[in-house]
């Protein structure tokens, strides 16, 4: 007994008809789309606008993270005791502690 295997069902032949039979042989299929060639001029022009835009956006986006930066800094200075250490937590005595270290 042999293994089962998928087979591709054969496809008929295409009648030929038209410009596109004649060039073909008996069967084989042709694309009529054709790819359009744009002049060197044209995609040079759109080649540099493509740069440009690339650039103006690039730019606006170093602009808005450099001002979103800014936000952020300043939302974390704002408020906050200046503290001469290196932790970041800001140190801040409550009532009951000053009360406590001065035997109250």
């Not at 042989?25 to 002049?39: A, D």
Request: hydrophobic fraction near 50%.
């Amino acid at each position: 007994m042999q293994p089962l295997r998928a087979v591709r069902p054969a496809q008929p032949a295409r009648p030929a008809g038209g410009s596109a039979g004649e060039r073909a042989h008996r069967g084989e299929r042709v694309l009529l789309r054709t790819v359009p060639v744009l002049p060197a001029k044209v995609l040079r022009r759109r080649r540099v606008a493509a740069a440009v835009g690339t650039a103006l956006l690039t730019a606006a986006i170093v602009v808005l993270l450099g001002l979103l930066a800014d936000v952020a800094a300043a939302a974390r200075h704002s408020g906050a005791p200046d503290v001469s250490s290196t932790s970041r937590t800001p140190v801040v005595t409550s009532p009951v502690q000053v009360a406590g270290v001065l035997g109250g």
